[in-house]
């Protein structure tokens, strides 16, 4: 055997069991978003004159607001900004609490004690598992949805219990259908309103039900509310933080990604609970040393703009009327979510006289190689397929014509349903 033939062994052997043990890279599984890609890739290939229409990028389509980057730009020049800011600076909390209640309505948070900021939501996520997951707890998630807490929840030896959403429940969580012995070995549980992939919102009714259930069954809520900012039709932004008695048993999570058009800045905070709050910024001390100081200082100054937020929710509502108008004419049965910038459907069962299409996964294969429209697939709870109104389009002109291109693409077969 060869020295790199040895160390290749070596090396092999050692990989942890939480990311495959030995067969670590072995699996030949292709997973959705690799699918996706690939078929991307394929279509481009085989129509190169062809515009691909990208509507399954999860992620805004526009730059900053333009004070945001000045802002950046300013303290970026700054010596006194240059070092560490470990668990963030007060003027970035401070900011964050003001914004929740002028926002949300959310009044007592305290700056100080209750609110820290994250590199991002996802790495929020990804942390708190190691606040309260012991090998054997239960962590309670919604699927489809956004799986990071469960991950980590897995790689600290803890077990994940899945509730499906459903259209006949308005996509919100049946918590009483959650088996009693599962909730007394839960810890915690996801939420994530409004809704990725769904674009469901949730109810103050429904967050005070789940204020209930969690002192019930002493489980500590996560709040994931990236879109929660990005309302239509006068529906007012609802923060979890904001039912009585919810900093009694949990946190949210905010992110300025989506709200700010502000993805690869990669900032965002916790805000809730005290006790949980810091527990975080201890596990978070263990892993980063906090975001560059005049990004946090660029946000700060975001987050006392919220008018930058409802700019952009205009231009998404305006989208999604488009899109649901163009589908529901082609047969679908498309309903304009209040929030987020994702619009969630059924897939049809097939083209009359032509293909079937046994799952999301099917549908959006034909439309990404047949049609060069790309969305998500999601058969979790049901066969779906998730557009997101972030495609790119210069200016409302450019949004009516790629719309009309997509009913132009899709009017030329009868699909079944």
Known sequence: MSIEQYQETF????????????????????????????????????FPSVELIDMGVGEPDEMADAGIVAKLAAEAAKSENRGYSDNGIPEFKE????????????????????????????????????????????????????PVLGTHTKYLGGEVYTIELKKENNFLPDLNAIPEEVAKRAKLLYLNYPNNPTGASATAEFFAEVVEWAKANNVVVVHDAPYAALTYDGLKPLSFLSVPGAKEVGVELHSLSKSYNMTGWRIGFIAGNPLIVKAFGDVKDNNDSGQFIAIQKAAAYGLSHPEITEKIAEKYSRRHNLLVDVLNEIGFEAKKPQGSFFLYVEAPKGIKGGIRFNSGEDFSQYLIREKLISTVPWDDAGHFVRFSVTFIANGEADEKRVIAEIKRRLSDVEFEF
């Open 11 to 46: 090396i092999q052997n050692n990989f942890a069991d939480r990311i495959g043990g030995s067969n670590y890279g072995k699996d030949t599984a292709i997973y959705k978003f690799e699918k996706i890609k690939r078929a991307k890739a394929a279509a481009k290939k085989d």
């Open 95 to 146: 900011a964050a609490a003001r914004y929740l209640e002028q926002v949300f309505g959310v009044s007592g948070i305290d700056a100080d004690n209750e609110v820290l900021h994250s590199i991002g939501s996802k790495p929020a996520l990804a942390m708190l598992p190691s606040c309260f997951i012991n090998p054997g707890d239960i962590t309670i998630m919604t699927v489809p949805g956004y």
